[in-house]
T-cell receptor, first 112, second 116 residues
Framework: KAGVTQTPRYLIKTRGQQVTLSCSPI?????VSWYQQTPGQGLQFLFE???????NKGNFPGRFSGRQFSNSRSEMNVSTLELGDSALYLC???????????FGQGTRLTVV | ELKVEQNPLFLSMQEGKNYTIYCNYS?????LYWYRQDPGKSLESLFV?????AVKQEGRLMASLDTKARLSTLHITAAVHDLSATYFC????????????????FGKGTLLTVNP
């Protein structure tokens, strides 16, 4: 079956801009989680959506937001980009938040 | 808040040798996952450990879980170069008592380099 698809794979943005990342989960999976990965901080949890509702949120500023659609696809938005937002953003899909998570290939965001 | 500690963070080993990566966590959990990440790639699921005493093996890798000690180990037997990667453990924890809201917390990862 198809895996988790993230688009785009690479993005270069300027400070102050905003960006939207997309994630299509595995068919049948209703839980979508987002993570930020940087060399210094490792994998940090951003938020989790389940059936269009945000159930969990990590310790990130309000500039980071997300949503989930009725088909379980999810988007993540970062507004007013800062240099420190440069990272690999990973999306994970699972049946539920306790279940094994399957990761997409990630979106590499570079803020200049 | 749940803390997940992996050690070592960096591991350089020779082919053919054995070694163990440790994953300690701070609160009660009976569900733990191990992932592998190659440079520039995403995370690949390796093992799912669902109960105390669980042991899973795949090729040269074996993972175990001791929920009483809050410890999981990933043992590498007779390492080969293809095992070079970063390995993460991730612990499932309940976010609110009485609910069904869980969260995965990852360790910082162990960068394994296997030298010929």
């Amino acid at each position: 079956k198809a895996g988790v698809t993230q688009t785009p794979r690479y993005l270069i943005k300027t400070r102050g801009q905003q960006v939207t990342l997309s994630c299509s989960p595995i068919s049948g999976h209703r839980s979508v989680s987002w993570y930020q990965q940087t060399p210094g901080q490792g994998l940090q949890f951003l938020f989790e959506y389940f059936s269009e509702t945000q159930r969990n949120k990590g310790n990130f500023p309000g500039r980071f937001s997300g949503r989930q659609f009725s088909n379980s696809r999810s988007e993540m938005n970062v507004s007013t980009l800062e240099l420190g937002d440069s990272a690999l953003y990973l999306c994970a899909s699972s049946l539920d938040s306790w279940a094994e998570a399957f990761f997409g290939q990630g979106t590499r965001l570079t803020v200049v | 808040e749940l803390k997940v500690e992996q050690n070592p963070l960096f591991l350089s080993m020779q082919e053919g040798k054995n070694y163990t990566i440790y994953c300690n966590y701070s609160t009660t959990s009976d569900r733990l996952y191990w992932y592998r990440q190659d440079p520039g790639k995403s995370l690949e699921s390796l093992f799912v450990l669902l109960s105390n005493g669980a042991v899973k093996q795949e090729g040269r890798l074996m993972a175990s879980l001791d929920t009483k000690a809050r410890l999981s180990t990933l043992h590498i037997t007779a390492a080969v170069h293809d095992l070079s990667a970063t390995y993460f453990c991730a612990v499932v924890s309940l976010q609110n008592s009485g609910g069904s809201n869980y969260k995965l917390t990852f360790g910082k990862g162990t960068l394994l380099t296997v030298n010929p």
